[in-house]
């Protein structure tokens, strides 16, 4: 069984906007890609989930095409609901995949995209050279990740955090990241700090499942569930404010 069913996707869509299994919506993705022009290009969203950010790649941004993998059953019937829904289903492809190397031909991308999927990732050298394969001279690599301050033992705060999630994250640091696309051949490597962003964000979301909110979240989740998301959330906060938990965007071009 996958971690995101269909009662977890609807609670995630109802916090985050439909079809967006981490924060920030369309407007963090406008950012992620934020000076690149994506018009008539083929575009791989790696861990596609619910289908939030390939169908907006598709409506909003130009894609000519998006090839949408993930390796949830739930969360890819949920991408294909929504791109149909979208008026894009013809433009957004989902596909289910097994966890491993990537299912394409060399050089078969302009760019490739992820939202927050990547942390599940736990090789990230090999993540960057599976990226820089498929893209085409001159794509770009431009995602966004949920990371660690480090790559040192997590503090207890932070170990406590990931244990609630129990996603199997696979957490690395910005300076890992970095390197391991300065490795795989990539060029201007930019890596951009959201701690910010979201250390301010993730507590007007736990007040949202505290507060007046909360009705709507036990409806759709059951209250001992969102009883569970709370404390995650409760433990999240701090690690935020701490900085120890610092997602960021990062981007890299292979050369053309």
Avoid at 128 to 133: G, I, L, N, P
Avoid at 151 to 173: G, K, N, V, W
Wanted: aromatic letters at 8%; hydrophobic letters at 40%.
């Amino acid at each position: 069984m996958g971690h995101y069913d269909d009662s977890i996707i609807a609670f995630l869509g109802e916090l985050w906007g439909e079809g967006y299994m981490s924060p920030g919506g369309a407007d963090e993705v406008a950012r992620v890609i934020d000076g690149l022009d994506l018009t008539g290009l083929t575009v791989l969203d790696i861990g596609s989930g619910a289908g939030g950010a390939a169908v907006d790649l598709a409506r909003n941004h130009g894609a000519g095409r998006v090839i949408g993998i993930d390796p949830e059953a739930d969360a890819c019937a949920a991408a294909r609901r929504l791109a149909e829904r979208a008026g894009v289903g013809d433009r957004v492809v989902i596909q289910e995949i097994e966890p491993g190397p990537l299912p394409f031909e060399d050089q078969s991308f302009d760019m490739v995209f992820s939202k927050d999927s990547i942390i599940h990732i736990s090789d990230k050298e090999w993540l960057s050279a599976e990226v820089m394969r498929v893209l085409k001279p001159g794509g770009w690599f431009a995602a966004s990740d949920w990371m660690i301050s480090h790559d040192d033992t997590p503090s207890p705060e932070m170990a406590e955090y990931i244990r609630l999630e129990d996603l199997d994250f696979a957490m690395s640091s910005p300076t890992r990241y970095q390197a391991a696309l300065q490795s795989a051949g990539f060029d201007h490597v930019q890596m951009t700090n959201r701690n910010p962003w979201y250390a301010e964000l993730a507590a007007k979301e736990l007040d949202r499942l505290t507060g007046s909110d909360r009705h709507a979240f036990d409806e759709i989740l059951g209250p001992e569930a969102v009883d569970d998301q709370i404390k995650t959330w409760t433990a999240m906060v701090p690690v935020l404010r701490s900085g120890e938990h610092c997602p960021h965007h990062l981007r890299g071009q292979r050369p053309a």
